[in-house]
């Protein structure tokens, strides 16, 4: 971007056997075609304009296409300019007018070179980031799998809970962080319950309230467990308070402000635990479970959530 319109044609015909170069006449305009036609691999700026000097624009230019390679083409050669061009814009060239075409020419190889580099390596950072986060939801699901295995009542459990968890997060639009945290609270709420006796877990009958407090232990124990996962540090209420009522009720009642992931995440759990079979009795009709959910909003489940559950149900009845 020149003021110049004779010195663009000039560079224009300078690098037109090499690079196809789009041309603007002062800063509105190559913002407005970088914004419409970006991004550019790279951006060339003359540094005195009316409005807006180079040094403001190429920052401005930073801002907008962060991957764009920024170069510095000025008269000024003094140090001063050259400073504040690559402070406030980063650039990656700084050329001194007149410049010769070979020069030109090698600093947009160097710069064509440089924009693909940095892309191939953004690309490459977010596969492995992504294949990390595959990777870590793949280890927390087969541990969910351990967890769910010690009893023959609870197999598949916590897979399904975190579905229908993760249902409701995306039915209230909930943002992809999110749904991140409820994906590993819900895999691990139950984590507690490898340190429950079997006889408790699978008792065939009525727990005795020496055996029902062994069993609520399981949510301090998989606090415990997952507490030194930095990671987990968001996750950790869901395990702590996923037996709480909505009316401060339940267990460990541990106060007001459940979170919101707490709160659907014990809508999903108690709604699988009623229509699955236990040793003491039959899983109930999914339509009854919805029912019994229904009469305990607002005492045990937040009405917002039941809500959200109860259209989803209606919309995909039990899927
Ligand atoms: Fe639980």
Aim: charged fraction near 25%; include cysteine; hydrophobic fraction near 40%.
């Amino acid at each position: 971007m020149d003021d110049e319109p004779l010195v663009l044609e000039g560079l224009r015909r300078s690098v037109h056997a090499e690079f196809v170069a789009d041309l603007a006449g002062g800063p509105e305009e190559g913002l407005l075609k970088l914004r419409k036609d970006g991004p550019y691999p790279v951006v060339v700026s003359d540094m005195r304009m009316p409005g807006m000097d180079g040094a403001q624009f190429l920052a401005m230019v930073r801002t907008i296409s962060p991957d764009s390679i920024r170069v510095m083409l000025t008269g000024q050669s003094d140090i001063e300019t050259a400073v504040r061009a690559v402070n406030e814009g980063q650039i990656f060239r700084f050329l001194t007018k007149p410049v010769t075409r070979k020069t030109l020419l090698a600093t947009l190889r160097d710069c064509v070179a440089q924009y693909h580099a940095a892309r191939l390596e953004k690309n490459q950072l977010k596969i492995t980031i992504e294949a990390l986060e595959q990777l870590d939801l793949g280890t927390l699901t087969a541990l969910a799998r351990a967890i769910d295995a010690k009893s023959a009542w609870t197999a598949g459990h916590s897979e399904r809970v975190t579905n229908l968890a993760l249902k409701m997060g995306h039915a209230m639009g909930l943002p992809a962080t999110s749904l991140g945290i409820i994906h590993r609270g819900g895999l691990l709420h139950d984590i507690g319950k490898i340190g429950t006796p079997p006889g408790v877990l699978d008792k065939p009958g009525r727990l005795d309230p020496e055996e029902m407090q062994i069993m609520r232990d399981h949510v301090k124990i998989g606090v415990r467990i997952l507490e030194p996962i930095p990671c987990f540090r968001e996750a950790l209420p869901m395990v702590a308070r996923h037996h709480e009522w909505f009316d401060g009720s339940g267990y460990p009642a541990a106060g007001e402000n459940i979170s919101l992931h707490a709160r659907i995440l014990a809508v999903a759990d108690c709604y699988d635990a009623m229509v699955s079979d236990r040793p003491y009795r039959k899983g109930l009709p999914k339509r009854q479970a919805l029912e019994l959910l229904i009469q305990r909003s607002g005492t045990q489940f937040d009405p917002m959530v039941i809500e959200v559950f109860r259209r989803l149900t209606a919309a995909d009845p039990f899927a």
